[in-house]
């Protein structure tokens, strides 16, 4: 299958937890990678692998795998989070790459 | 410093041919995948395609297989996206995009995005 599916919305208050799931059968296989998106500007890889952040990224971010489902917790969000977030991971085949639909996250 | 950086916005008309580019450096560019992402105006991610340099070994998605070709110069570090014939739904940002390592594709280093319209 080459498809990943996330919700299209999700708010949380500031300071608290939220979490972002992407399901799809190729998750059983390979890691989601995530990526946070403001308005204007390129896509920035927040979280990847089993549970890695690249330099830079706050420690507020973690990932996380269960079966088919792949999660992005944001533990005590910032007002600075309110952004699209996508999961990425390749195709079960392993042939080509796949982007989740994206979650609109509003910081309330 | 890891870069990528991509030409110019261009604007076209429907028919034309186009070719744009991503150079990279900071990195061995015949050592790392480098591959483009699509964004439709309001709309989502979309992987295209990737190849790797080193070997020219090229995977597209199967959206996009046959639609765009993917191509590298790897004497002057540069990875190009070109279409034969654009259409007005061509008409999106691309990026392109340098994965973590060999095996994990997760998309580390980004370039700047190059807008291209396609438009009568």
């Known amino acids: 299958s080459s498809e990943l599916t996330q919700d299209p919305a999700v708010s949380v208050a500031l300071g608290q937890t939220v979490r972002i799931t992407c399901q799809g059968d190729?998750?059983?296989?390979?890691?989601a990678s995530w990526y946070q998106q403001k308005p204007g500007q390129a896509p920035v890889l927040v979280i990847y692998?089993?549970?890695n952040r690249p330099s830079g990224i706050p420690d507020r971010f973690s990932g996380s795998s269960s079966g088919n489902t792949a999660s992005l917790t944001i533990t005590g969000a910032q007002a600075e989070d309110e952004a699209d977030y996508y999961c990425?991971?390749?195709?079960?085949?392993?042939?080509?790459?796949?982007f989740g639909g994206g979650t609109k996250l509003t910081v309330l | 410093e890891v870069q990528l950086v991509q030409s110019g916005a261009e604007v076209k008309k429907p028919g034309e041919s186009l070719k744009i580019s991503c150079k990279g450096s900071g990195y061995s560019f015949t050592s790392y995948w480098i591959g483009w992402v699509r964004q439709m105006p309001g709309k989502g991610l979309e992987w295209m395609g990737i190849i790797y340099p080193g070997d020219s070994d090229t995977r597209y998605s199967p959206s996009f297989q046959g639609q765009v070709t993917i191509s590298a110069d790897k004497s002057i570090s540069t990875a190009y996206l070109q279409w034969s014939s654009l259409k007005a739904s061509d008409t999106a940002m691309y990026y392109c995009v340098r994965p973590t390592g060999y095996f994990d594709w997760s998309l580390q280093v980004w370039g700047q995005g190059t807008l291209v319209t396609v438009s009568s």
């Open positions: 990425n991971s390749r195709d079960s085949s392993g042939n080509h790459g796949v």
């Open positions: 190729s998750l059983r296989s390979y890691y």
């Open positions: 692998g089993k549970n």
